[in-house]
């Protein structure tokens, strides 16, 4: 028996049909075991010494292919082709030597650029030992952002409280936008104006030229800065007569892309298909794995991690077969077009992403793939074929009309594409290009010809500043700046953006003020880590070590010895003097100048205290120096999440009806909050209540002396938090009374003749009937539900996620079915009543059996041993006298009173 061990279940499926029936293939379900997220897993002290860790829910797949490979003679590590994919397999080994499982077992690595039976079987034929090379680049890389993340993220959380931790690219990353928003604001538009005639040839045609020379000198672009200038130039040019001077004609060649690597398919993706760069390789990721076609599973790209641009012989042989047979000769070049990588540190050499088969048209998958999926491979497609076929021709002509003085020039230029080439298949897109590849055609004019002039236009123009990245143009900066590496891009981007440092807007990156503080913060305290060549030398040398040129250890021992010297500075570095450098040179984007030309920094309350930046519990905020006389606080924007930087003054709303109390809407550090009344009113409206009169005396007993009134403590203010999807901008006097007169009573249950009333609990918007909490739905409104929704919503199963009808039926274990559905915090697995929520990003329909069955087991690992009614007996008798909500129901958490938070006695650094 032979055994061999792949990432994913997708992957397994597919090579196990290629192979015999003395094969076993088994799905490791990506990296097996990790530095355990808890500081001193990285032990620099101890040669670098590190400590792995199983993740509980890779063990079962750890003791499956331990019990299988205990049986057989050969293990195959087929691990992806790559640092990683390497790392995985060097992993899975170390696992199985230390349990004892190889003993007599011959163990080799096998890779393949392509899962197609041919491609499996060559690697199969011709395996390899494990490239000790790479797996120490892994080793470095991984310990580098390990020591870098535990290291520098409690200095951040200690002196910035209210940020997150900080990682070694992707503070770079943040550095690149940060620092082109600031561009942005420093921005000064400028104006310019050009000037563009109409002329009639003497065959009677148009042809519009702008201005480019006056006075026999060139114009440069601001030489007409203002409208005076230009109507000057614009009455010289009326007055003048004009001829052609010149035609200039030459045929131009326009050659065709290389196919794509990992960086160019992301940037790509995101102009031309609008996909996200981690979507853009979850979708590559599933037609590499391959695609059930006719019964058979296929894979219909190579590797979609590289950086090469080179293509195999035979799919170049491909390729040229299919233009030939599709375009004609006319658009095969004379010679296969051989392409070689200009990215800067391109790691282990692949080839570029291609179609494994260019046979096989995108029209013959329409009804195999879903839509993402197609469009994703049509482009690789024509990518990949459009990089074989010939160059276009454009003529180009340019024609330059003069005045009879020759004080004046006009230029007109047009191209025509005379031969289409590899254009007739695919045109790349630019972000940053104004270049338009439609033909204009200019009409037919030689030297000397009179030419009329009919018409001037001046038009007025503004400089614009540069633009905010893109996923593709961020992609883009970064891979020529050599930071990061094509297989990070996407979790980098994604890091980002969890962490709230940056947001999306009109698909171009905006930092938040967050991010904007840890930039600052890291360039003023740690300038050199974030520093590109430093961050770019980095990556350099760490291929060094994959390249077996320099040791794994003197990389670290380098690096570390000036880092935690650095950390080591600022030990005894004071928030005040944190808040001064960030104060200073975040001062132009937190108050900007003033229209009316005033100080920026003014408190527009007490008008003598001065602004800047502070920092408080929750995070970083505007307040007055005049404090605590003055108590104006300004927050920071809010993050992507709505969270907001620091609280704000409360917003009145109105007076209240019913009580005459003040309603105000207010912003705490768990959201945003409506309150009935404040300290003041509600002291006021205690004192003025009557006191209660003194009981009468019992019959014969003396009247006792008056007692000293008690001190009678006032109520403290009503608050209601705002729900999801109720936004404070929606927030009005009638909308805030009613959120304050929750729970209402909705009616008598028609059944039970029990009442049912709605309100909002710790964790939403919810019904209460007899005891039991249901939670509305997010298309439920708990201030305008009525009594028909609401016994709807009751007399619905209470299975919590598992009563929602499935979306599909994956197959079956032990006679019961295991099942996909969407719940209220994303899709889930289920099987005999257990339910395990699928992985962030994974497409539902993309999930098989196998990897459900995966989640379903570690979720049931995970759960209390004691279950049902026994459980439930064991339970302490005060516990059992407050009545829970069902079992299974997600809206149990809605219980208005939450048990009290423990106070955290450690602190631990998050993973970079």
């Known amino acids: 028996m032979k055994v061999v061990v792949v990432e994913s279940p997708a992957k397994a499926k597919t090579i196990n049909k290629y192979l015999g029936s003395d094969f076993r293939v088994l799905a490791s379900f990506g990296h097996i075991r990790d530095l355990p997220a808890r500081d001193g897993s990285v032990r620099p002290e101890q040669d670098f010494a590190m400590d792995w860790e199983i993740d509980p829910k890779s063990e079962r ?29 060097w992993h899975v080994k170390r696992v199985l030597d230390e349990r004892k499982a190889l003993k007599g077992v011959e163990v080799k690595r096998v890779v393949f650029n392509e899962i197609t039976k041919s491609a ?86 148009l042809l519009a030229a702008g201005l480019t020379h006056l006075d026999g000198r060139k114009l440069d672009k601001f030489d007409l800065g203002n409208q005076a200038l230009a109507q000057a130039a614009e009455a010289r ?170 004080a004046l020039v006009f230029r007109a230029t047009g191209s025509v594409v005379v031969f289409d080439g590899f254009l007739t298949l695919y045109r790349e897109d630019r972000d940053d290009s104004d270049e338009d590849e439609a033909d204009r055609l200019l009409p037919d004019v030689a030297p000397a010809d009179p030419m009329g002039l009919e018409a001037l236009r001046p038009e007025q123009h503004f400089t614009q500043p540069p633009p905010r990245f893109t996923e593709a143009s961020l992609v883009k900066r970064l891979e020529e700046l050599g930071i990061g590496r094509p297989s990070t891009y996407a979790s980098i981007i994604s890091v980002l953006q ?65 880092f935690s010297a650095s950390v080591e500075d600022t030990r005894d570095l004071r928030v005040a003097e944190v808040l001064d450098a960030l104060d200073a040179l975040l001062g132009p984007h937190f108050f900007p100048e003033r229209e009316d030309g005033g100080d920026p920094r003014s408190c527009p309350t007490c008008h003598s205290g001065r602004l800047s930046l502070k920092l408080g519990k929750f995070g970083a905020f505007i307040g007055c120096s005049a404090y605590p006389e003055c108590r104006f606080t300004r927050p920071l924007t809010t993050g992507a999440e709505g969270e907001e ?3 704000e003054a409360p917003r009145e709303l ?57 001190k009678v403590a006032a109520p403290k203010p009503k608050r209601v938090s705002l729900y999801r999807g109720l936004e404070p901008a929606d927030i009005t006097l ?122 379903i087991d570690a979720k049931a690992a995970k759960a209390p041993a004691a279950k049902g009614p026994a459980a439930k007996k064991a339970a302490p008798r005060k516990a059992a006298a407050k009545k829970a909500a069902p079992a299974g129901d997600e809206s149990e958490a809605a219980q208005p009173k939450p048990a009290a938070k423990k106070k955290a006695t450690t602190t631990r650094a998050k993973k970079a």
């Open 237 to 406: 040019a009326q007055a003048a007569r004009y001829r052609v001077a010149e035609v200039e004609r030459k045929r131009a060649k326009r050659h065709p892309f290389p196919p794509f690597t990992t960086s160019t398919l992301q940037q790509e993706a995101s102009r031309k298909l609008h996909l996200s760069a981690a979507r853009t390789m979850q979708i590559a990721q599933r037609l590499y794995e391959g695609i059930d076609l006719g019964g058979e599973t296929v894979g219909l790209i190579t590797y979609m991690r590289t950086d090469g641009v080179q293509m195999a012989a035979e799919a170049i042989a491909g390729a040229r077969a299919v233009i030939g047979a599709t375009w004609g000769g006319r658009y095969l070049p004379d010679s296969p077009r051989l392409y070689k990588t200009k990215a800067k540190n391109a790691q282990e050499a692949h080839e570029a992403i291609r179609p494994t088969d260019l046979a096989r048209r995108p029209d013959q998958l329409a009804g195999v793939l879903d839509r993402d999926q197609l469009r994703l491979y049509e482009l690789i497609w024509k990518r990949t074929l459009a990089s074989q076929m010939a160059s276009a021709e454009l003529d180009q002509v340019a024609v330059d009309i003069e005045s009879l003085d020759k």
């Open 61 to 89: 797949h750890v003791k499956e292919i331990a019990s299988a490979v205990k049986g057989a003679d050969h293990l195959f590590l087929a691990t992806d082709p790559d640092r990683e994919g390497e790392a995985i397999s």
């Open 120 to 205: 499996v079987l060559d690697g199969i034929r011709n395996p390899r030992d494990i490239d000790q090379e790479l797996v120490d680049a892994y080793l470095a890389r991984r310990a580098l952002d390990y020591l870098v993340g535990f290291t520098l993220s409690p200095v951040l959380w200690r002196k910035l409280p209210g940020s997150r931790s900080a990682g070694r690219v992707q503070s770079v990353a943040l550095r690149l936008i940060c620092e082109r928003e600031a561009e942005i604001e420093r921005f000064v538009a400028r104006e310019y104006w050009t000037l563009t005639g109409d002329f009639r040839t003497p065959k009677g045609a």
């Open 645 to 647: 930087e620091a609280r």
């Open 734 to 855: 009638d909308v805030a009374c009613r959120l304050l007169a929750l729970p209402r009573e909705l009616g008598i249950h028609p059944d039970s003749r029990k009442p049912i009333s709605a309100g909002v609990g710790r964790f939403g918007p919810y019904l209460l009937h007899d005891g039991v909490y249901r939670s509305l739905t997010k298309d439920d409104d708990v201030l305008t539900i009525g009594m028909n929704r609401a016994v709807e919503l009751l007399a619905q199963p209470k299975g919590g996620r598992a009563s929602a009808a499935p979306l599909k039926t994956l197959g079956e274990r032990d006679g019961k079915p295991v099942t996909l559905h969407e719940g209220r915090y994303g899709p889930y697995a289920s099987w005999n009543g257990t339910h395990a929520t699928l992985p962030k990003g994974s497409a539902p329909d993309e999930v098989t059996l196998e990897a459900a069955l995966g989640l």
């Open 498 to 562: 969890d962490r709230n440092y940056v947001r999306l807007d009109q698909r171009r990156f905006v930092p938040e003020d967050r991010g904007r503080l840890v930039t600052a913060f890291l360039e003023s305290f740690f300038g050199r880590y974030v520093e590109y060549n430093f961050t770019a030398d980095l990556e350099n040398q760490l291929d060094d070590i994959s390249g077996g040129r320099i040791a794994w250890r003197t990389v670290l021992e380098g690096f570390w010895q000036a």
């Open 654 to 710: 109105g007076t209240d009806p019913q009580t005459g109390l003040p309603v105000t809407l207010r912003k705490g550090p768990y959201g945003p909050y409506v309150q009935l009344g404040d300290e003041a009113s509600l002291a006021a409206l205690a004192a003025a209540a009557p006191a209660e009169p003194d009981a009468a005396p019992a019959k014969g007993k003396k009247k006792a002396a008056p007692k000293k009134p008690k």
